[in-house]
């Protein structure tokens, strides 16, 4: 079956101060009516359902997620005790998924996300889901550039594995983190290159045994805490799992390092928002390049964001 897997622990300082402790941006309407967080669990409920859908995020949000996404169930939220980046949270809940379903296939997703139309996005997850399932690789979704952007990383392609149902699947090159501007723009021009979405979707038998090859001291330490799941020492061993492991990203620590990664080409509108600056892609701007999200009125700005 397939899991939803939602990374939802950052803060959002970059928002400020919008975006507080005590309301961070995955739980702010920055783009609609729903929240951030909202709109990514939507996006995937017509192929995933709610009870195989698992946030991850920190402690102290927990209860704020509980509060404001009402079918969410607190089993369905893995608290983090601190931030450890993404390759220990995704570690975390393929040892929980495993635990309930060792054929089990995660699709993780960020609750930042914007992404258009959300019908291509289950297009490429089921794609995705299907050569995870049937074969041993880990795959990433990769976005078609629409500028030379210096704040993505970067997915160089190889040749073609296969494509399923349309949708072209490639073997990857090599992962370039956040480039400098004349990088991005060869990269951009140069069309070989994909946005490297932190979208990914593999088995978790799969990113499991990835992890234990690139990351040993991580899965040693994932080991030892699986075998706590569901006992009453679960929290304290936890927080044993995470004192006992370095930050790192899943990139860093696993895609650049194995040998068994595919990308897909992911033809969707998709954008990070992680700053003001997002906004203004995607919101309507008055003569004098202002975007105004409610019911402000400004005199004499120019190229000014107001919420």
Known sequence: MIYGVILAGGRGERFWPLSRMQRPKQLLKLISEKTMLQETIDRVLPLIPMERIVVVTSEDMTPLILNEIKSMKAENILAEPFGRDTCLAIGLAAEHIKKADP???????????????????????????????????????????TRPETAYGYIKLAEMYKAFEGIPVYEVDSFTEKPKTAVAQQYYYGRKHLWNSGMFIWSVSSVLTAINQCQPNMASQLDEYAVKIGTDEETVARRELYEGCNPISIDFAVLENAENV????????????????????????DINNNVVIGGAIIADSFETTVY
């Not at 897909?264 to 892609?281: K, M, P």
């Open 103 to 145: 054929d089990g296939v995660m699709v993780v997703l960020s609750a930042d996300h914007i992404i258009k139309p959300p019908e291509k996005l289950l297009d490429i997850i089921k794609v995705g889901a299907q050569v995870a399932a049937d074969e041993d690789k880990l795959i990433t979704i990769g976005i078609n550039p």
């Open 262 to 285: 595919l990308a897909i080409r992911g033809d969707i509108v998709w954008d990070d928002v992680g700053s003001w600056n997002a906004l203004e892609r995607y919101k309507s701007k």
